[in-house]
């Protein structure tokens, strides 16, 4: 079973700064099949990026995926007011995994 | 538009039972593997099964085998979780999940 460690657990920032979120693997993951997902209160998760770093349909391009192996990085360049919420990474390789979130709040 | 509408939750006693159903849409339901996933209140997300097409394999994680079954009806574009001898900690929001695309979910609470 792959585990997913995701850090920080939350991130305090202000709106305009760059947020920089980490996700290891315990193996290597196949064909980097790597998501990541944001969720806000009282909403489903909602996909972000797939394939470690291809971007979903509608989604800004201040959202961007990197990494490959174990180590990914999920990266948004200028936060805006709406982007404080919940990511999630998630695998989808072997059925799914999803790692224990980072918490991004308002600072 | 893919769209996944779960129902069924709702509130059951310790070892009580519940069938949760996924009505799928907007895709070729018999082509996908099918989740279910689960959030606890405040907490994260937890893959509860897996189901590929054809039903050739199933997959539960290790916290409800032996009490949860995942099933489909490809005729019916629908997803099932018959959930037997429910505990406390099985309360949670579960989601029928296609990899990225996910329903609204369905709130299943265990409580005496």
């Known amino acids: 079973e792959i585990v997913l460690t995701q850090s920080p657990g939350t991130l305090s920032l202000s709106p305009g700064e760059r947020a920089t979120l980490s996700c290891r693997a315990s193996q290597s993951i196949t064909s980097n099949y790597l998501a990541w997902c944001q969720q806000k209160p009282g909403q489903a998760p909602r996909l972000l990026i797939y394939g470690a770093s291809s971007r979903a349909t509608g989604i800004p391009d201040r959202f961007s995926g990197s990494g490959s192996g174990t180590d990914f990085t999920l990266t948004i360049s200028r936060l805006e007011p709406e982007d404080f919420a919940v990511y999630y990474c998630q695998q989808y390789g072997t059925s799914l995994t999803f790692g224990g979130g980072t918490k991004v709040e308002i600072k | 538009e893919v769209q996944l509408v779960e129902s069924g939750g709702g509130l059951v006693k310790p070892g009580g039972s519940l069938r949760l159903s996924c009505a799928a849409s907007?895709?070729?339901?018999?082509?996908?593997?099918m989740n279910w996933v689960r959030q606890a209140p405040g907490k994260g997300l937890e893959w509860v099964s897996s189901i590929t097409s054809t039903s050739t394999y199933i997959y539960y994680a290790d916290s409800v085998k032996g009490r949860f079954t995942i099933s489909r009806d490809d005729a019916k574009n629908s997803l099932f979780l018959q959930m037997n001898s429910l505990r406390p900690e099985d309360t949670a929001v579960y989601y029928c999940v296609r990899t990225f695309n996910w329903g609204q979910g369905t709130l299943v609470t265990v409580s005496s």
């Open positions: 907007g895709f070729t339901f018999r082509s996908y593997s």
